[in-house]
């Protein structure tokens, strides 16, 4: 194995989670997912955006960072990869598209502070799928605070995400998930666990799965 931080990340309604769970089963590995039910502010958030937006966002970074100091910085002596559904970079591009220019110059400030104190993983895995499949997989789990996000907010969290990937340097596998199907087709999720087997000498790698 040649990563032991694996992080998974993709727009709402990606996949992010069943993979995670998928891979960690398959690896044997331990698994953070976070915690977004614990937000108080999320569902107040999609009801009143400009109002709710900095603290949803902030609740966010405060509990990622504490999530992933906790567990990072601890180790497992039985299991020696970890994989998560979510990369803590998440926190400054969600409030990029979310906050006014003022309050995410604040934000970024805090963000820049907390971020320098964390590991960053080995492989980040991004999932990318058209906005209409992203609508189709939040109707399908349901979350009622969920059901009404319009496309042009997926889309521009779509773009943030794009533009992110193309300048970053941590290693990427850039899995196309339009036609994905990781619980119902196994030889999905077995390309991507031979992906994440073998060595990657490309900063970038790209996947489409039929």
């Known amino acids: 194995m040649h990563h032991q931080f ?5 727009n709402i309604g990606a996949g992010k989670t069943t993979l995670a ?3 960690s089963d398959h690896f044997k590995a331990r698994l953070i997912l976070e915690e977004f039910a614990d937000n108080p502010f999320l569902p107040k958030f999609y009801e009143n955006p400009q ?3 900095f603290p949803v966002e902030l609740f966010f970074m405060a509990e990622r960072y504490k999530q992933l100091k906790d567990l990072i910085h601890t180790k497992d002596l039985f299991r ?3 994989i998560s559904d979510y990369l803590f970079t998440k926190c400054l ?3 990029k598209v979310n906050l006014p220019a003022d309050e995410f110059r604040l934000y970024q400030r805090l963000f820049d502070i907390i971020h320098q104190q964390l590991l960053q993983p080995d492989l980040l895995i991004y999932l990318h799928a058209p ?6 997989n939040i109707k399908k789990r349901n979350r009622s605070y969920e059901q009404q996000i319009p496309d042009d907010y997926l889309f521009n969290l779509q773009e943030t995400y794009t533009h ?9 596998l850039f899995v196309d998930t339009t036609k994905a199907d990781f619980l119902g ?3 999905h999720l077995q390309i991507i666990i031979d992906k994440i087997s073998a060595e990657l000498p490309e900063r970038q790698h790209f996947i489409t799965l039929e």
């Open 6 to 10: 694996i992080t998974i990340e993709g």
């Open 21 to 23: 769970h998928l891979l």
């Open 51 to 53: 109002q709710y937006a």
């Open 80 to 82: 020696s990869v970890t």
């Open 93 to 95: 591009l969600f409030a």
């Open 131 to 136: 906005v209409h499949k992203l609508q189709q």
């Open 164 to 172: 992110y990937i193309k300048q970053h340097d941590i290693k990427t």
């Open 185 to 187: 087709n196994p030889q």
